[in-house]
């Protein structure tokens, strides 16, 4: 498993336990992320929920971390093989949106997967990157999506209002929960 894990930020101590476990037991996903968990400077958890499941045309089209909650690169892991998908050349200059650069790539061809487990967090610092010029990390992320359609614009809209106070259903496709009944983690439907 692969991860892309920026300066400053943490996995929670059972991630590769989780992640692990996960692809084993089912061999078809390639990339999965977890809960979106934010911490502050000192380490203490300050938001955790667990998002929708991610399409992948919105994921083409950048709506994720402009119009839709970002897919945080903290609690994303992907199968070693994924990794030669990744044009480095091109991934090399960027200095703020790499994750979605690679989040388009993988995109491309393969759906993500979300595991209801805290797997990493994202840490709001004094002085980090993304806070030092307002709006930048958008800026860099345009520059390398296509452009949504006027459909994809407003479908992401009600897709944010649909989804903004409510939890995932627990059937809802590629969301995968545990079962403490079976000791085990299960997915309802593979949508």
């Not at 400053?8 to 968990?37: H, K």
Request: hydrophobic share 40%; proline share 5%; charged share 25%.
């Amino acid at each position: 498993m692969t991860s892309y894990l920026p300066a400053g930020e943490v996995f929670d101590e059972n991630a590769f336990a989780v992640v692990s476990d996960v692809l084993g037991r089912f061999p078809d996903i390639n990339w999965l992320t977890g809960r979106s968990v934010t911490r502050n400077a000192d380490g203490v958890i300050t938001d955790s929920f667990l998002p929708h499941p991610f399409q992948r045309r919105y994921i083409a089209c950048g709506m994720y971390g402009t119009r839709l909650p970002a897919l945080q690169q903290e609690s994303t892991f992907w199968r070693a093989s994924l990794t030669q998908e990744i044009d480095l050349d091109a991934l090399r200059p960027l200095k703020l949106a790499g994750d979605y650069f690679i989040w388009k790539t993988f995109a491309e061809n393969h759906d993500l997967y979300v595991v209801n487990s805290h797997l990493g967090a994202f840490s709001i610092e004094q002085g980090q990157l993304s806070q030092q010029v307002r709006g930048a990390y958008r800026k860099e992320l345009r520059t390398l999506r296509r452009r949504p359609t006027f459909i994809e614009r407003a479908g992401a809209l009600v897709h944010r209002l649909r989804t903004k106070y409510r939890q995932p259903r627990k059937n809802a496709p590629r969301l995968i929960r545990y079962d403490h009944g079976a000791a085990c983690w299960v997915m309802k439907n593979k949508g």
